[in-house]
């Protein structure tokens, strides 16, 4: 079992930046692959960025490459996405997830964290 609390979230102006933090209780941290997803009202549940078990791979949706950047501690057990440059459309509740394999759907994630709002005002 594995626990996940996201931090991080707020308000921003567009061209701003906000760093999103998950925390994870539970042994086998550094087993797991992590992603980012993110919700927008009206909207699927979509991926954002994942990262492998060591760190060493990384993957991002397209509109937001070169804009976010995915990472994790295994030691501190905590996995962050640094979001820079960032625009209205990237509104969404994002969520943490972690899975035993390293995938970009959801459907390979077994832990999810309850969501952390991120508004970004025009």
């Known amino acids: 079992q594995v626990l996940l609390i996201e931090s991080g979230g707020g308000l921003v102006q567009a061209g701003g930046s906000l760093r999103l933090s998950c925390a994870a209780s539970?042994?086998?941290?550094?087993?797991?692959?992590m992603g980012w997803f993110r919700q927008a009202p009206g909207k699927e549940r979509e991926f954002v960025a994942a990262?492998?078990?060591?760190?060493?791979?990384?993957s991002y949706v397209n509109s937001v490459k070169g804009r976010f950047t995915i990472s994790r501690d295994n030691a501190k057990n905590t996995v962050d996405l640094q979001m820079d440059s960032l625009k209205p459309e990237d509104t969404a509740i994002y969520y943490c997830?972690?899975?035993?394999?390293?995938?970009?759907?959801?459907?390979?994630?077994?832990?999810w964290g309850q969501g952390t709002q991120v508004t970004v005002s025009s």
């Open positions: 997830a972690a899975g035993g394999v390293y995938t970009l759907r959801s459907e390979g994630y077994n832990y």
């Open positions: 990262i492998n078990l060591s760190g060493t791979t990384t």
């Open positions: 539970g042994r086998a941290f550094s087993k797991y692959a």
